[in-house]
């Protein structure tokens, strides 16, 4: 089985640059036929009139889904594009992340049913972020590792991401100590079982509630598919002004109680109900 209608879940707030750069990203895609869903958290007229830019070049099926700004609601907005969407899977990625030109292709051909995939990224340097242009995008050369080097990007092992040999790719994959977890730069599963988990949980701020979801779906009986060598995107460097302690032991205490009880379902999520006897292991 494979999907039948694909979504690529972007959240965004107030980083019109950036999104630009990734709306080129998804232009330059080799496989076409996706819904681009744009998961707004707030953002002002900057971020609208991006949207609208690429409305008008026709290049890209898009829906803009939007609330009002009452601080980070990233789960909330999320919440509300899972719901009014009619694709049947899902790929999760942020408005900071250019994919890579295979990027759809791949997540397409991977998706299993019982299974969400893992992907990749690398994080690049603020200078380097700043470098690239629309038409470095649509040449692909931004996944060039000598291009990256030239740029300014140190070396590391994380480069090996970008590699080109895809027996190498699939060793490093299967060798990797890295569990295959939910993270919101890329990872994708189908929409079904994501809502029979009810989607994000609301309670949770910055700071793993991505991983959040992928912990419920484990519980769910879903499997991770290790797949950050295979497919990745590049994630610009920018601020963060809602990161802090205080978020992140909440959410720390969140996860270990989903892992305590074994429970899938998200009781403040896209339906606001409470647990019933179904929603654990």
């Not at 009619?86 to 992340?97: K, N, P, Q, R, V």
Request: with cysteine; hydrophobic share 35%; glycine share 8%.
């Amino acid at each position: 089985m494979k999907p039948k209608k694909i979504g690529v879940v972007i959240t965004t707030y107030n980083q019109p640059k950036w999104l630009k750069n990734v709306l080129f990203g998804y232009e330059a895609q080799r496989h076409s036929d996706f819904t681009v869903i744009i998961a707004d958290d707030g953002s002002g007229q900057p971020t609208r009139d991006v949207i609208e830019f690429f409305k008008a070049r026709g290049k890209l099926r898009i829906e803009h889904v939007w609330h009002e700004d009452k601080g980070f609601q990233k789960c909330q907005i999320l919440n509300k594009a899972i719901a009014k969407t009619e694709c049947d899977y899902l790929i999760f990625t942020d408005g900071d992340c250019i994919p890579e030109p295979d990027f759809i292709s791949l997540h397409e051909s991977l998706a299993q049913p019982g299974y969400f995939l893992s992907g990749g990224y690398v994080k690049l340097t603020t200078p380097v972020s700043e470098k690239i242009s629309e038409a470095d995008i649509a040449s692909g050369v931004i996944f060039n590792l000598d291009w990256l080097k030239t740029a300014g990007q140190p070396s590391s092992h994380k480069l090996w991401k970008l590699i080109k040999n895809k027996t190498l790719k699939a060793i490093l994959n299967a060798i990797t100590p890295t569990k295959a977890t939910w993270n919101g730069m890329n990872s994708s599963t189908w929409t079904a079982d994501i809502k029979a988990c009810n989607g994000f949980n609301e309670d949770m701020q910055y700071g793993g509630l991505d991983r959040e979801l992928g912990e419920r779906l484990y519980n769910h009986g879903l499997k991770g598919k290790q797949v950050r060598y295979s497919v990745n995107c590049l994630h610009l460097d920018h601020p963060r002004a809602y990161d802090n302690p205080e978020t992140w032991k909440k959410n720390y205490a969140i996860r270990n109680e989903v892992k305590r009880t074994g429970r899938f379902w998200a009781e403040n999520g896209i339906a606001k109900t409470a647990v019933t006897e179904n929603s654990t292991k």
